[in-house]
């Protein structure tokens, strides 16, 4: 009976229906051929949502990129929550919305009899982070048997690491192809706008958020999943690198939630899920006004 009973938990496992796909919510792309489309960039197959949980519930860490105003990439992370939950136990739940300072209250309302009213101040939310599309995020994860963890940097870290940037060790993710590539992505990010005094300093905070998850990611128990922003979850670019660097780079797997008409490679990420856009704004103009 001992020698059938990993058999038939595996079995009940493979059962277990997985949640409805919640409706799409965005209006731009909806009749973009490749809405919906889920993508193995490895192999070119192109993956039914079961096929893709299939796939990435044996994965030891699993980072999922973000466009963080897209209330689609919200919705399917969610989903992707409560679906890998009829495939596995989850070890823990890591947040780039989520700083140290934070952890305590997480962790004081994740035991509490019962979440209070006002979670948001409970938790010291960033107002940065929109609550409507975190909100239900938090309120599963919260509910869960799994630790909920920070994964970001605390403001006080941000502040010396920008006033005396800090070299990382050599490795994968201080090559310079990697530096270049995300100055130039910080170029763009700020309009060209920045001056060039200030972006050996902005790397280096891009950089050392990008190392705080990746240590966090190792330190939390395993299967681990991260949510953060998709330039943070790129294999060529952000925390597989400093994975890597720190001997971790195994078992690892990148799902990137992209809107449909982005280009995704595939040495950015594993999987691609195509979603609806957001409407582009042009916070430049703002700039320049």
């Not at 982070?129 to 509910?143: E, K, M, Q, V």
């Not at 994964?151 to 490795?171: F, H, Q, V």
């Not at 943070?232 to 078992?251: N, Y």
Request: proline share 8%; glycine share 6%.
């Amino acid at each position: 009976m001992r020698l059938l009973l990993p058999f038939l938990l595996m079995l009940l496992s493979a059962c277990q229906a997985l949640p409805p796909l919640p409706a799409w919510q965005g209006l731009e792309g909806r009749s973009h051929a490749d809405l919906g489309v889920i993508r193995d960039l490895r192999s070119g197959e192109r993956l039914a949502p079961e096929a893709l949980v299939e796939r990435l519930a044996d994965a030891e860490r699993l980072l999922v990129g973000e466009r963080h105003d897209n209330p689609d990439h919200h919705a399917l992370q969610l989903w992707l929550l409560r679906a890998l939950a009829t495939r596995r136990e989850q070890g823990a739940l890591l947040l780039e919305m989520l700083e140290p300072t934070q952890q305590a209250r997480v962790d004081a309302a994740r035991t509490a009899a019962r979440l209070p009213a006002d979670l948001p101040a409970a938790l010291a939310w960033q107002p940065g982070w929109d609550w409507t599309l975190y909100g239900p995020i938090l309120r599963h994860a919260l509910a869960q048997p799994y630790p909920l963890r920070a994964a970001n940097l605390a403001r006080d870290e941000l502040l010396a690491i920008y006033r005396r940037p800090p070299a990382l060790p050599a490795g994968a993710a201080s090559a310079p192809a990697v530096r270049e590539r995300l100055l130039a992505q910080l170029r763009e990010a700020h309009c060209g706008k920045l001056p060039d005094s200030q972006l050996p300093a902005m790397l280096a905070v891009q950089q050392q958020r990008d190392r705080r998850m990746a240590e966090a990611l190792l330190a939390a128990p395993a299967p681990s999943l991260l949510l953060a922003g998709a330039y943070h979850v790129r294999r060529d670019l952000g925390v597989p690198l400093h994975l890597a660097d720190l001997g971790a780079g195994a078992a690892t797997r990148v799902l990137l939630l992209a809107e449909v008409g982005s280009a995704v490679a595939a040495d950015q990420a594993d999987f691609v899920w195509y979603t609806p856009a957001v409407p582009e704004q042009d916070h430049c103009a703002a700039i320049d006004g």
